[in-house]
């Protein structure tokens, strides 16, 4: 069966850090781009992070330049997320997911967004509230 987990969200201070991991299961990650995407209440999903498959390529939307670090594990089929410098309007059910279009972010870095219908394999989310 493929499928990602998400975890590592929880309630955390403004200005505090999280780790979120992207488990993989009956796929490679290593195979396929991958993206954060989160949706806050009330709002669209977004995609602020991308890491290529095999190209070093990775995007960062604005709001994430800076505070958040995608990475990859492939010991362990995971793919993080670092998020420092956290902000309430970060507060979000975030998700990753694999793009089946493409092997690289390039195409968002030169577009400056992540196109969700090219991703699929979503997992349920991990909550991240930021709050003090």
């Known amino acids: 069966q493929v499928q990602v987990v998400e975890s590592g969200g929880g309630l955390v201070r403004p200005g505090g850090s999280l780790r979120l991991s992207c488990l993989a299961s009956?796929?490679?990650?290593?195979?396929?781009?991958i993206g954060w995407f989160r949706q806050a209440p009330g709002k669209e999903r977004e995609g602020f992070s991308c890491?290529?498959?095999?190209?070093?390529?990775?995007y960062y939307s604005d709001s994430a330049k800076g505070r958040f670090t995608i990475s990859r594990d492939s010991a362990r089929n995971t793919v993080y997320l670092q998020m420092d410098s956290l902000r309430p309007e970060d507060t979000a059910v975030y998700y990753c997911?694999?793009?089946?279009?493409?092997?690289?972010?390039?195409?968002?870095?030169?577009?400056?967004?992540?196109?969700?219908?090219?991703?699929?394999?979503w997992g349920q989310g991990t909550r991240v509230t930021v709050s003090s």
């Open positions: 009956g796929f490679t990650l290593d195979d396929y781009a």
């Open positions: 890491v290529g498959a095999g190209d070093g390529s990775t």
């Open positions: 997911a694999a793009n089946l279009m493409r092997r690289s972010c390039s195409s968002a870095q030169s577009m400056g967004t992540m196109l969700r219908y090219e991703y699929d394999y």
